[in-house]
């Protein structure tokens, strides 16, 4: 059942409301944190390809879109959560958008296609962060100069960069630590 409710806080959505369903472990990244995050990304968010690489109710990649990126690929295994994301979507007719529902760290061990900017959000306390960044950078899956966003809970996870990548910027907002990081390799 949906029930959650997210805001678009820029771009052609901007102020738009969107439900989203109940699960275990999603949380939608803030408002507050998504108007930081995408005041770092300014001057590179436009035409850009991304990947939400753990979509959940979809709140990172449909701020990218509504700021004009040119294409975002959301991945996410929990059906109720691409349902409603399908439906959002649908409302906001995001051609530019696709949605794979897939187990993002056995995807990342396919095919690649580099991005731009890929957003790493998984369920905090899953051990899931550390694969995903290695599997991102030996993988193929970012463009030069790619960034990547990292977000985890700021008491006992932690990470390291992959080689090749850079750490840009850092904050921590209550329980919620996030980076943004560079892809040097290739660059």
């Known amino acids: 059942m949906v029930t959650n409710q997210l805001r678009i806080i820029g771009g052609q959505w901007r ?33 850009a390809r991304c990947l939400d690489l753990y979509a959940g109710s979809g709140a990172l990649g449909l701020e990218a879109l509504s700021r004009g990126a040119g294409e975002v690929v959301f991945w996410e295994k929990n059906p109720k959560a691409v349902h ?16 794979v ?3 993002s760290l056995q995807a990342l061990q396919g095919p690649a296609r580099p991005f731009d900017l ?19 950078a030996s993988g193929g899956w970012l463009a030069p100069g790619a960034r990547i966003y990292i977000e985890h809970a700021s008491k006992g996870e932690g990470f390291e960069l992959p080689p090749g990548w850079e750490l840009l910027r850092s904050k921590q907002a209550g329980q919620v630590a996030y980076h943004l990081a560079k892809n040097t390799a290739g660059t």
Do not use: Y
């Open 84 to 99: 409603a994301l399908r439906e959002n979507l649908a409302l906001l007719k995001a051609g530019q958008a696709e949605l």
């Open 15 to 47: 102020g738009r409301k969107l439900r989203f369903a109940d699960g275990e472990g999603l949380r939608p990244t803030t408002d507050r944190i998504r108007e930081t995050l995408f005041n770092w990304l300014q001057g590179i968010i436009e035409g």
């Open 101 to 103: 529902q897939t187990n």
């Open 118 to 136: 890929v957003f790493v959000d998984p369920p905090f306390g899953r051990e899931r962060l550390q694969p995903s960044l290695d599997l991102l």
